[in-house]
């Protein structure tokens, strides 16, 4: 289960991610042979993550302050971030009964958009624990009582199917060696007619930005890929009603899934 493999033994003192009273940890389907996860807390930790580490503590302190985040996007990156703030509002439109998956979750930026009553199976997924965790914490302190963790890579899901109404992958894609299989494993996931909702940093960001990716890059980040290269994977994954908005260097992105009877 996913709660020891994450937090050691609920007898054994070790505190990390087990199972709390007011979050629900899960271990999604595995529908098929996918790469197996990692669950050891030691081993993802030697994955590079610079959001888990001292800069991601800082980054949730700014994310979850639309105005200042606003200001560092602009100062720093040279973004307009509220794109990813509007971006949230179908979460708190969707039907009772929904499945959403928000993958990777992070520290839960996108629960701001979610109400604690809000009757949906919300699943919010993270390769790292520690992202886990600050998210677990954050679905806490908002009161959401509905959402459940999962660990997983985002480019091999570990769900069904046709399970999602609706996917959330903010700013993850630009962080992953292979976005176009992320975006495929989206598709996957989603029921005909679901849709897929997400930003990502994009290649024709400010010079500043660009220098910043490159610094990235000579420490083993991926570089942030094209408008073109996000609009042909989501195509190619079939997908349609495929957009991207027009704003330089970072931008909401949106595709659904076709249904067959209805959409030729
Ligand atoms: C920039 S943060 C974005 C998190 C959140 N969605 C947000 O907007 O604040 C990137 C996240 O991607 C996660 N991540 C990196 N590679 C991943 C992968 N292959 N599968 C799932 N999550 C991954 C990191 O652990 C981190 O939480």
Known sequence: MVAGALGGSPDSGDTRLRPSLEVRLVRATRPRDVPTIPQNPDTVDDVPNICAGPFGAFYDFYIERPWLMRLIGRA???IDASVLYASMEPIGRAATG??????PCGGGVAFRALSPGQDVRYIAADLDPKMLRRAERRAR????????FAAADMTALP???GEADLLLSYSGLHMVDDPEGA???MARCLKPGGRVIGTTFLADASRRARGLFAIGARSGHPVPPSREDVMGWLTSAGLTEVAIGPQPGFAAFSGSKRRPDRDR
């Open 183 to 185: 975006i495929k494993e």
């Open 98 to 103: 929904a499945t959403i998956l928000d993958v």
């Open 159 to 161: 769900f069904a199917d």
């Open 141 to 148: 302190k908002r009161s959401l009582a509905q959402v459940e």
């Open 76 to 78: 720093i990156w040279g």
